[in-house]
């Protein structure tokens, strides 16, 4: 539930558009997928991939969790956030060699590896490196018949020949690592491919931990299809006793754990009618939230007008980017109230991939991020950026 009240406060100190983070409801989110899975041997890490805030990766540190890095930036920045290297779990692609001899300098100990050459790199950056204790590696699985086309990830018909390549760099492969693919709310999804996934993790002799993924879904559609932790967590579980053998279970959640507690508020520059159709254009740009408009994400939009409205007083509305660019829509056929400028909308559920995947197209400098505390207290958690950010690293003169 929105605090209108605290929203305009909000932008009033911090300025429009802002990216408003909800401590509580983030805290309330990690309890609840923690909780949601009973078996003993688990360890969650936050896949930062979706958020990168320092400030936000430590109320998962602080809540116990670890981190999931997809790049050595996630690494480099869970390390600023307080993570030990020992609690980073790596799980990307196509590293170059300096970059796989940085992130086991940094001291990561867990990396799934997702290719034959992706794997050899790594034993030779080991033993070059000569790094004392030993790595924990895994094979991301490539499963077509489950996951579709998928360039990440290695088949099960490969798997002898890496054992092979990491026996001969004195490692052993003791990860399987599985993603069914991001945002999936279908529960079944995930379930109906334990098993197959477990059969496959006992193929691998040294077999030790099975890291499940990512991919959870969020409702963004209030009201919707939502991921089922609790079933997800009681099937994996069972699944995972009848085994009879004692495997480490990693969990890394991104959007799941994060979507929901962030909104993007933004404020109302000018309406205009075409026909009966509402265009409100607004202070910000797909530029700082790209998934809704240029990856076809929904994002329920909000506004501080009165809830009471009658519905013959809700217009067809398009919620719309301050450019000219033909994508910037913030939300397309919205049901709205007619508004005015000075209004404020709220874009709700932009934690994950919101920020994160904000950049500087168009020109405009990215807005501030704050958390909200529990009893209303705010904090600045990334200053809003002013314009000489758009000459940043430029180098001039040489003409
Ligand atoms: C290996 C891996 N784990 C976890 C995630 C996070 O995915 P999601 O936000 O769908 O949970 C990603 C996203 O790219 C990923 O590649």
């Known amino acids: 539930m929105i605090n209108w009240k605290v929203a305009e406060e909000l932008l009033n100190v911090y300025g429009s558009p802002l990216y408003v983070y909800d401590a509580q409801i983030l805290r309330q989110t990690i309890e609840h997928i923690t909780k949601a899975i009973p078996y003993p041997r688990k360890q969650f890490h936050f896949a930062s991939v979706t958020n990168g805030n320092v400030t936000l990766l430590k109320i998962f540190r602080d809540a116990g969790w670890g981190l999931h890095a997809n790049t050595p930036g996630d690494v480099y920045l869970g390390l600023q956030a307080g993570f030990e290297p020992s609690q980073i779990v790596y799980s990307g692609s196509n590293l170059s060699c300096a970059e796989m001899e940085q992130v086991l300098k940094w001291g990561v100990k867990?990396?799934?590896?997702?290719?034959?050459?992706?794997?050899?790199?790594c034993c030779e950056v080991f033993n070059s490196t000569q790094i004392q204790t030993p790595l924990h590696l895994g094979l991301r699985l490539n499963l077509p018949k489950i996951t579709g086309d998928s360039r990440i990830g290695l088949p099960p018909e490969e798997f002898p020949t890496a054992i092979t390549l990491a026996n001969k760099a004195g490692l052993k492969l003791s990860g399987l690592h599985f993603y069914r693919g991001t945002g999936t709310n279908a529960t079944t999804?995930?379930?109906?491919?334990?098993?197959?996934?477990?059969?496959?993790g006992k193929q691998l002799p040294d077999w030790q931990y099975l890291d499940f993924g990512g991919g959870f879904g969020y409702p963004y559609r209030h009201g919707g299809a939502a991921f089922d932790w609790e079933l997800f967590g009681t099937e994996l579980t069972q699944r995972i006793n009848r085994l009879g053998r004692e495997v480490n279970l990693v969990i890394e959640p991104g959007r799941a754990a994060i979507a929901g507690c962030a909104t993007l508020y933004a404020r109302v520059v000018s309406v205009k009618w075409q026909e009966n159709k509402q265009i409100v254009g607004v202070d910000t740009t797909v530029a700082n939230i790209s998934v809704p408009s240029v990856?076809?994400?929904?994002?329920?939009?909000?506004?501080?007008?009165?809830?009471?409205?009658?519905?013959?007083q809700i217009y067809k509305t398009d919620v719309c980017g301050n450019t000219t660019y033909s994508r910037d829509y913030l939300g397309k056929n919205c049901q709205l109230p007619a508004l005015k400028i000075g209004d404020i909308i709220g874009i709700l559920d932009v934690g994950a991939y919101g920020y994160a995947m904000s950049s500087h197209f168009l020109h405009r400098p990215k807005p501030a991020e704050v958390l909200l505390l529990a009893d209303k207290q705010h904090r600045l958690i990334r200053k809003g950026e002013d314009y000489s950010v758009l000459l940043s690293n430029q180098v001039f003169g040489v003409m």
């Open 110 to 121: 867990t990396l799934n590896l997702d290719s034959l050459p992706q794997l050899q790199l």
């Open 295 to 312: 990856h076809g994400g929904y994002r329920e939009i909000i506004t501080n007008t009165p809830s009471s409205i009658p519905h013959s």
């Open 189 to 200: 999804a995930f379930t109906e491919v334990i098993d197959t996934v477990l059969a496959i």
